[in-house]
């Protein structure tokens, strides 16, 4: 098998001691930041990495890419988009700013439903087209693996094309990116169903089954919130999706604590998302559990919105990770590295927890737990920025130094 080096890196943060405690209650230390770094690996794993002053002789004479004045990370993942979708809403955020919130455009007629009517009027290759640009987009920015969730199609024949849509962008970008097909049908209630339940019943579950048979899911989500998807919405979901061996994500306590965040654990949810209502009791469900708790910042900012007490999550010994949101409604940014910079002052969050927020612990947000640290063993996923120092990178707010 082919074996490839990169030497001279100015610095390598390989999260090694970070890895090590699974992603929990990390000191700056943790970063592991080596500088004049070099690794070694082949397609499968990395080999080696370290100061290239100890490079192993069996590669030193062997032909390597000079990455003098760069650095490196571990890939970069981000965990939560929604990139399949048709029209915008520009229009809603100026309602926003204009003082209407988030439930008051939703009644007028906008929010997912708006999204639902934009995506349901282009075809199955415009929403394929502009959904290779906006990951074409991501991936500049150093992303290299993007979970992708369904769910502005709103019925049956539009959600199952954009589940395969996504299943079709991931063959179409691998292996430069990787795609995690995330099922979203239960998005929102469209208005002409009387209930979630006839929603779920009619739509959600069925597909599931068809798509389930078809095993092209990573994934299954549901947005649990008043006014969205039930308590009993969610156990008729995860409970299918458990015939199915289909791990389960869930949006939890967005706007309120509905106890989301415990009802994610109790299945075992790969991650619970948005939390910022979550309460104490959901804390500590979280810390006690392997589900990942994936704040999304760039949410609470663009809809004006109190953020996610991201302190006593990582305190408590919760695994966090920093997703983006990237979507048409609540969140229309798609540059994580710029989302994280941040947050990274809001939260109060030291480098590691930030590295690790975007690479390991949002790679075991979407079950890729072989990935996200850069030690011998491990898959060689990384990210490189076209600088001497892994402080400008986050310094430089919204200025893409990635390679």
């Known amino acids: 098998m082919t074996v490839k080096i990169f030497r001279h890196f100015s610095e390598i943060a390989t999260l090694e001691n970070a890895y090590k405690k699974d992603g929990r209650k990390l000191s700056p230390s943790d970063l592991g930041l080596i500088k004049d770094a070099s690794i070694v690996y082949n397609h499968d794993e990395i080999i080696w990495v370290g100061p290239d002053s100890q490079l192993p002789e069996d590669y030193q004479h062997m032909d390597f890419i000079d990455a003098s004045g760069k650095t490196c990370v571990p890939e970069i993942v981000d965990s939560h988009t929604h990139v399949v979708f048709g029209g915008d809403r520009a229009h809603e955020y100026s309602m926003r700013l204009n003082g209407a919130t988030y439930e008051e455009i939703a009644k007028a007629g906008g929010g997912i439903l708006n999204s639902m009517k934009g995506t349901n009027a282009l075809s199955r290759s415009e929403l394929l087209k502009l959904a290779q640009q906006r990951i074409k987009n991501i991936r500049s920015y150093g992303v290299g693996t993007i979970e992708v969730k369904s769910g502005y199609g709103l019925n049956f024949e539009k959600e199952y094309e954009i589940s395969r849509i996504i299943h079709d962008l991931k063959n179409i970008v691998r292996p430069d990116v990787q795609i995690i097909n995330t099922f979203m049908a ?35 989500d549901i947005f649990h919130e008043q006014n969205y998807f039930s308590e009993e919405d969610v156990i008729s979901l995860f409970e299918r999706a458990k015939r199915w061996n289909i791990p389960v994500k869930m949006h939890a306590d967005e706007f309120n604590d509905n106890k989301g965040a415990i009802l994610a654990t109790k299945y075992q949810a790969l991650s619970a998302d948005h939390l910022l209502a979550t309460g104490a009791d959901g804390i500590e469900a979280l810390k006690n559990s392997n589900t990942v708790a994936t704040l999304l910042p760039g949410t609470g900012l663009f809809l004006g919105k109190n953020q996610a007490n991201g302190r006593a999550f990582l305190d408590a010994g919760v695994k966090v990770a920093i997703a983006s949101d990237y979507n048409p409604g609540s969140c229309h940014c798609d540059n994580l590295v710029m989302i994280a910079s941040l947050a990274a002052p809001i939260y109060k969050m030291n480098m590691a927890e930030l590295w690790c927020a975007i690479t390991f612990n949002a790679a075991c947000a979407v079950g890729l737990k072989n990935q996200g640290a850069l030690i011998p063993g491990l898959r060689p996923r990384f990210s490189v920025f076209n600088t001497d120092s892994i402080d400008r990178i986050t310094y430089n707010w919204g200025k893409n130094l990635a390679i």
């Open 186 to 220: 239960a998005h929102a209630v469209p208005k002409d169903y009387s209930s979630s339940y006839e929603y779920m019943k009619d739509v959600v579950l069925p597909l599931l089954d068809k798509l389930g048979e078809e095993q092209i899911l990573d994934c299954v």
